[in-house]
């Protein structure tokens, strides 16, 4: 018998939903598993957690065995979708019950999350022209153009309707991406008026990137969506989120790595 086998015949007796405490005293009283570490309560929990619904950091497992409840207490998953919402009150509660990739993974959303703040109220503080810079210089950085040096060509003129960049996806300039770049305040969201004017500013291009500091209001997403050609829509969020991924703007400071036991390692052994 597994130790995940021993937790759940403890879930499937109870009648109640159980701490990972309260699971490892029935499984000792039981004498269904014999937990040999140093903390046999805390490998319980921990396998509990890789196994439970709506829990995804980096070591869970894919298969869902358990499901989580009231004040972090268990129950076999038994297909109900998701678990109920945890409050503010019980967060603070199960600290204790987070793995330490759990609380890894919490604190570099958190860390993203003040970077890519970070980054918009520097962006924001620009002037109009190193936006737009900054936004060639990001799609280069994602392999958009045929080169990082030539394929970004800042338009500022009294012809460009509107269109701030052009990006080349080929030496020839045959294939073009327009950009249309705005820096707007959070409360301001860029409408379809304007994301309707930047399609008709495409012409005979069929390829088009919006991007805002901001967001788009849902009539502008649903037009974007809709239309015959491809209009990509990026707000502040995603901006951030693709600064970080493709190092513009940013520099990394420093690595960890996560780690997980390779079982077909020791297939032979276990």
Not at 85 to 92: M, N, Q, R
Not at 140 to 147: A, E, F, S, V
Not at 254 to 268: G, H, M, N, P
């Amino acid at each position: 018998m597994t130790i995940i086998e021993a937790i759940k015949i403890v879930l499937q007796e109870s009648k109640e939903p159980l701490n990972y405490k309260q699971i490892y005293k029935k499984i000792i009283e039981k004498n269904l598993y014999d937990v040999k570490a140093q903390n046999p309560e805390g490998v319980v929990n921990s396998q509990i957690r890789r196994h439970c619904l709506g829990l995804n950091f980096p070591s869970a497992n894919p298969v869902k065995h358990f499901r989580v409840v009231d004040e972090n207490k268990y129950l076999i998953n038994d297909g109900i979708s998701g678990s109920k919402k945890i409050t503010k009150k019980e967060v603070e509660l199960k600290q204790e019950e987070l793995l330490p990739e759990e609380k890894v993974d919490i604190a570099y959303k958190l860390h993203i999350s003040l970077v890519k703040q970070q980054l918009l109220d520097i962006i924001l503080k620009a002037d109009d022209a190193f936006f737009v810079r900054l936004v060639i210089d990001l799609l280069l950085r994602m392999g958009y153009g045929y080169d990082q040096t030539n394929s970004g060509e800042y338009t500022d003129g009294p012809y460009d309707e509107g269109i701030d960049a052009v990006i080349k996806q080929d030496e020839l300039g045959l294939e073009l991406i327009k950009v249309q770049a705005k820096k707007y305040a959070l409360e301001r969201k860029v409408d379809v008026k304007e994301v309707r004017a930047f399609a008709g500013a495409l012409n005979k291009m069929k390829k088009g990137v919006f991007i805002t500091t901001s967001d788009f209001t849902k009539p502008a997403r649903d037009f974007a969506q809709d239309h015959e050609k491809t209009i990509s829509l990026i707000n502040g969020d995603l901006l951030g989120e693709l600064m970080i991924s493709h190092l513009v703007g940013v520099a990394d400071i420093k690595t960890y790595r996560l780690v997980k036991i390779d079982l077909s390692y020791f297939s032979e052994i276990t």
